[in-house]
């Protein structure tokens, strides 16, 4: 929890600078909250500070479990610099080993080609991930699972939000008439007044009952409709607060699905693939490819010979992940290879970036927001700050 405990020290830092606005590249912007905060609310204030811890605590722990993926694929791309960093005269002896595991691995490929359930391309892709890709297929699935529950939440809340601006819409209505029906009214029993006075001034009639009347009939409408004015008036403070809740929830679920869906991105773009079908089917055929392949034992000792030969002379260099190479021992000789490699890993790590830099960035708007709060309602500042203090403890 470093980066969250950074995010906030004392009370003092709440005088920091606004953050910067979101960037206009980020489609999945979040719903304003804090413009329809009922401030004075202390319930209310409470739930919305510790919204913004939430928000800051989720989106850190997705920072620490992404940054250990981009650590990784950084590492790769420094054993690709320290490989092509190495003298001439130290590269011949790697290359030749991995030329002879391109030749024993064509070899083979050549005789799996008669029989073959899958491109060799697919092969040696999903042979540098046979040991993960079980667990990723399980993932993919609970992942594009909760990308359709996610989805179906985002439709209902939407709806809700939709219900309810509706309803609130309605409830000014109500207001405003009512108003208007008081206006009436009022009209109304002054013009009955004047011509009773009228009546009983100017041709002397008894006008007693009619003031009473006029006077019960008015006082009664006016009754009515200011009660039906202060049930609407409830009802729309309810109405609003609802909607605020509504909005907190629906960016919550906002988030869950930018995370949700950029980490699809990433596994669909590490495994090359559309979608998890994809990867079971070639998981499925991979497994019967590797067991026609098994016939191949004798050219499989000698591949296994050379990739121990090669393992062992890249330890003599600071390479961290020598055994990846064996899976690519293209890259080694085939400068267009290695090209491939460094743009795949640099395409894997900017995916990470983004997704650490969109929680980052989640994380200090959500700091920021708090900030702001306390600046600009000093009396809750050491409220606030209890409330972080306790979040963090």
Known sequence: MGFFGNLFGKLNLF???????DDAENSEELLPVRSRLHVEDPEERRK???????QMADATDVCEKLSSEYNLVTEYLTDMEELEALPKEERIPLNE???????????????????????????????????????????LDKEEHMRDLIKKDLARLEGEKHAY????????????????????????MLTCLFLLLFLQVGLQMDTKLGYILTV????????????????????LYKVEITMNRLILLQNKVKIRYVNNRNLLDYLY?????????????????????????RQFEETKTDLSYYEKELVRKLNRYPIKYPRVWIHQPLALIDGKEMVE???????????????IDYNKKLAED????????????PRYAKEIQGIVDSYRT
């Open 15 to 21: 005088q920091h600078k606004d953050s910067e606005e």
């Open 48 to 54: 919305f500070v510790e919204d913004c811890l939430s």
């Open 97 to 139: 080993d991995a030329s002879r595991l391109v030749q024993l691995s064509g070899e083979q490929s050549q005789y799996a080609k008669r029989t073959s359930q899958m491109s060799d391309a697919e092969f040696d892709r999903m042979h540098r991930v046979e040991d993960e890709v079980e667990e990723a297929i399980r993932k």
């Open 165 to 188: 601006q509706y309803r609130k819409r309605e409830l000014k209505n109500t207001l405003g008439n009512a108003r208007g029906m008081v206006t009436i009214t009022i009209c109304a």
């Open 216 to 235: 019960g009939i008015a006082a009664i409408s006016i009754t009515c409709v200011f009660l039906r004015f202060s049930d609407a008036r409830d009802e």
């Open 269 to 293: 773009i590490k495994y090359g693939i559309k979608d998890g079908r994809e990867l079971n089917a070639l998981w499925e055929k991979y497994r019967v490819e590797k067991e026609e392949r």
């Open 341 to 355: 490699i460094r743009h795949s890993l640099i395409t894997r790590r900017q995916s990470l970036r983004k997704q």
């Open 366 to 377: 959500a700091s920021a927001e708090i900030r702001d709060l306390a600046r600009e309602y």
